[in-house]
């Protein structure tokens, strides 16, 4: 998520910042523009930031299952790693090739997982005060 941001906030808003150049003549106009470009991506982000809050909230009211998929998944791809890189060369066991595609996912997974804990933390002591 943070790369598609990184993409949208970075090349996008300058090639449309850019772009402004062309469009207008006097340098009001273009800060008129740019400024009025900015309110509408801040805005946005601020919209995809509280639908992230809102999906943590309802996973930590959420029963036992929407509460831990996080953990059990982390569990089963922390398995497979101790597995493939110890467990199988330590007995001489089939080991299968992992591609590349899950380890991405691992990070994906890893992030997805520090930011949840910490969305549930934040929810737990929000819930306390």
Sequence with gaps: MNKVLEWFGGSVVKD?????????????EK????NAIREILIKKELELQKMQTEVIVTEAKGNWLQ?????????????IVIYVKFIGPLFDLTIPELEDEFWNLLQIGIGG?????TGEKMMASYKGS
């Design 16 to 28: 449309v910042m850019g772009g402004l150049d062309n469009l207008f003549t006097s340098k009001e």
């Design 31 to 34: 800060m008129a523009a740019e």
């Design 67 to 79: 509460r831990s998929w996080r953990p059990i998944l982390m569990l089963a791809f922390g398995f």
């Design 113 to 117: 997982y520090v930011v949840g804990r």
